[in-house]
């Protein structure tokens, strides 16, 4: 089976921004389509989503980034075979001929990548994740099992996602006391509706924001967490046992002039941050924080792992931006133990394989994450459950960019009998 057409769309994300779709279409009329989504808080060095500029969509159209590829990338990729998404993946870096795919753009590239490897599954009609495990296994890492993932659900926003007085970009909850991927996303809800509930007594606005979660005029991550603990309580869960949390700071954003810069004009040295967070834990079941300190900050993040890598999950989005070079360093000077995946961070599904064998390699876990410009593409639903990553991140369990993640996780839970380890894979 080989590519006979390419064609590409300009489509709308989540927030009603540009991003791209990609259809391939083969000699044999298989067909498969790619959407990318597009981030908001970005680390610096992530692979370039080209934009047109000039006046369409505020200058974030992507009309002109298809043109160029319909010219002259398309053409070099008619002909090639179905199969091998290495192969597929190197050629599109090939082409593009630049590290961090800025000539023709990571958007439409990984639109591609992400095209053919839903191709490559429809060819030897296979479910999608049973595709991704199996060739991740045969390529990648051959010890790897499928398994459900452990929602890591957003469900109070601050930061760059909500328009409020909260520093802390994302407040999480895992629901880390069941059996079944089915009965933890069921507690996530209950939680979620009871904070609603708990927010509409207190006379907070019960709107949601980019990632489905509410975003209260609050200011200070123990009100958020607070909220959330007599939330769990009232759903009839207990905190920690039940359910514990889980807090994305996105530090970078914070930073200003080498400190840490709070709502209320509160400045915090690296050190200041993490004894911060150290106290957090303390008071409260925090079972993972994802960007602690500044991407550039790896001098502080040596110290934040040696504070609290040994009993929280530290993971690096930002910090490593899904870049298994970048992720090397940071295994070599012992910084974080865990990784955030975004495809659209790196460019290519290839790529993206290679820095989640990394991890495992080196006992890093891997969190598969959303992007909060998303799209009804459900890709990373069958990519946490192929290559066995234990954990998702995909945001609350409202808006249907968000929902059509865990729905197609329900649907893969109730076709497969896979384990799901809960709070063993926080441990572990």
């Known amino acids: 089976m080989k590519i006979k057409a390419i064609k590409a769309f300009e489509i709308l994300d989540s927030r009603g921004t540009p991003t791209i779709a990609a259809l ?89 990548s992400l095209a053919y490897c839903k191709l490559s599954a429809s060819a030897e009609k296979k479910p999608l994740y049973e595709y991704i495990h199996n060739y991740f296994r045969e390529n990648f890492f051959s010890e790897v099992k499928m398994k459900m993932p452990l929602p890591m659900m957003n469900i109070l926003n601050g930061g760059a996602h909500a328009n409020n007085q909260l520093d802390f970009q994302e407040f999480m909850i895992q629901p880390v006391g069941f059996s079944s991927f089915k009965e933890g996303l069921i507690c996530g809800v209950e939680v979620f509706n009871f904070l609603k509930k708990t927010l509409n007594k207190k006379g907070f606005s019960t709107a949601v924001g980019d990632e489905g979660g509410f975003a209260p005029g609050i200011d200070s991550a123990e009100e958020a967490l607070d ?108 910084i974080a133990n865990s990784v955030l995946v975004k495809i659209n961070q790196i460019g290519t599904i290839s790529e993206t394989f290679e820095t989640i064998c990394l991890a495992y390699q080196h006992n890093y876990k891997c969190v598969i994450s959303h992007r909060s410009g998303e799209t009804e593409d459900n890709f990373i639903a069958d990519l946490a459950v192929g290559t066995g990553a234990g954990q998702i991140k995909t945001g609350a369990p409202s808006r249907s960019d968000r929902t059509s993640k865990y729905n197609r996780l329900l649907m893969i839970d109730a076709m497969e009998d896979l384990e799901f380890l809960g709070r063993q894979e926080l441990i572990n």
């Open 227 to 334: 909220l959330i603990s007599s939330s769990i309580q009232e759903a009839g869960y207990e905190v920690d046992k039940d359910v514990t949390f889980a807090l994305d700071c996105a530090a970078t954003e914070l930073l200003k002039n080498k400190a840490y810069v709070f709502s209320n004009n509160e400045k915090l040295s690296s050190d200041e941050l993490i004894e911060y967070l150290s106290n957090l834990a303390n008071k409260y079941p925090i079972t993972s924080v994802e960007d602690g300190l500044d991407e550039n900050d790896w001098v502080g993040w040596e110290s934040l792992t040696k504070k609290l890598g040994k009993k929280t999950q530290l993971v690096g989005d930002d910090l490593f931006v899904t870049n298994k070079d970048i992720l090397q360093e940071g295994i070599d000077r012992n």
């Open 24 to 112: 391939i279409d083969t000699d044999d009329d298989f067909k498969e389509i790619g959407f990318v989504p597009s981030g908001a808080s970005t680390g610096s060095r992530e692979a370039i989503e080209k934009r047109d500029g000039g006046n369409n969509f505020d200058g974030k159209g992507v009309a002109q980034v298809i043109k160029n590829a319909e010219e002259n990338l398309f053409p070099e990729l008619i002909g090639m075979k179905i199969g091998s998404q290495v192969e597929f993946d190197s050629k599109l870096i090939e082409l593009d001929g630049t590290k961090n795919k800025k000539n023709f753009g990571a958007n439409i590239i990984l639109s591609l």
